[in-house]
């Protein structure tokens, strides 16, 4: 899925809405969050998302979206729940849009912001995938974030999941991520 894509889902989930007269809200995390936030992710296979009240409500404008626009049936999914903070706060997230666009607002998405996103993919980062995409988001979310130490991403970490240690995996990748961070900073 593209950015097009998703805002095109997010505009049809918006109306769907705001005809019942309702308001529905979605937090986005994962790759579709940095596919909205930064120009360098291109491409998501589908929204990781958390569904605000009435979430029976957003699930349903979600599956119209998809009926509407022929997208899978995940598209827009709360696969995310494992990866997220006890201690997740409003502070954690920024807010991306109300939708429809330019008219009255059915569906408020919220993205989480950038720092959120390193310390979930660093959680995520005891396993590997074929592509390595979650070290390739901390890498790419990193420098956005301006974070050049192995100490800023453990502090990082330990801010989001005071209660959590991080998985010795992902705390033995920290030194090659930072390699690689300081590879592609700019000159």
Known sequence: MNIETITKAFDVMGRYLRERNTVGEIAVYGGSAILLHFPWRKSTEDVDATFGKPEASVKDAAAFAAIELRLPDGWLNNSVGGFT??????????LFGDY?????SGLRVFLAKPEYLIAMKLKALVRE???????SDIVGLAVEAKIETAVQLNDLFASFFPNERLDPVAAARIPEAIEAIQARKPR
Do not use: C, H, L, W
């Open 85 to 94: 903070s006890e201690a997740e706060r409003d502070e954690f997230f920024v």
């Open 100 to 104: 429809p666009k330019g008219q009255k």
């Open 129 to 135: 995938s074929y592509d390595d995409k979650d070290f």
